[in-house]
């Protein structure tokens, strides 16, 4: 694999301008995806919840009708990540060490397909993106979810990150 730039390594292939829940499937599946991995604390749930927002779960539902989905999160709780993969019958990984590699490779290799047909979604650019883009997966970096899954109003960790993305070279366009 050809090694990346800083920039490179921090612009997600799609910067949505709204939640998971409003990202268009069809975007995905033009792109010439086949599986999801989704980072789960607000990405999927809101900070300190633990009950999937209703557009969250149907669009969820509606991704899962045509591809495998895989959850995947830096956070060390299996009863909160279990719970929801659990209601989706999919796959988790809990304590992933973004954007560490190691944990993500094994994932892959689960998925049995190139990694440039699988997405890694999530609200993060030091986690999300840079771990997706350090293994050639197409990246897409949404807005953080609040309990009703519209977009969450106090972002600041990922404006300070996009802020420093933008410093180190990275549109996010």
């Known amino acids: 694999m050809t090694r990346l730039s800083l920039p490179q390594l921090l612009q997600p292939n799609l910067v949505a301008p709204g939640t ?11 792109q010439g ?12 749930l809101p900070r300190h919840g633990h009950t999937l927002p209703a557009p969250m779960e149907a669009w969820l539902r509606r991704a899962q009708q045509t591809l495998p989905l895989h959850l ?15 209601q989706l019958g999919v796959n ?9 590699r190691g944990p993500l490779r094994r994932v892959l ?11 890694i979604i999530g609200d993060r650019v030091f986690t999300d993106v840079l771990a997706g883009n350090r293994l050639g997966l197409y990246t897409v970096l949404v807005k ?16 300070l990150e996009v802020r420093l993305a933008q410093l180190a070279g990275a549109t996010l366009r």
Do not use: M, Y
């Open 92 to 100: 988790f990984t809990t304590s992933a060490g973004k954007p560490r």
């Open 33 to 44: 995806i086949r599986a999801l991995v989704l980072d789960v604390d607000r990405t999927l």
């Open 144 to 159: 953080p979810v609040d309990p009703a899954g519209l977009p969450c109003r106090h972002d600041h960790w990922q404006r």
């Open 20 to 30: 998971l829940a409003e990202l268009p499937l069809h975007q995905l599946l033009d």
């Open 72 to 86: 995947f999160s830096n956070n060390p709780s299996r009863s909160r990540i279990g719970s929801v993969a659990e």
């Open 109 to 119: 290799e689960g998925l049995d397909l190139p990694h440039g047909q699988v997405a």
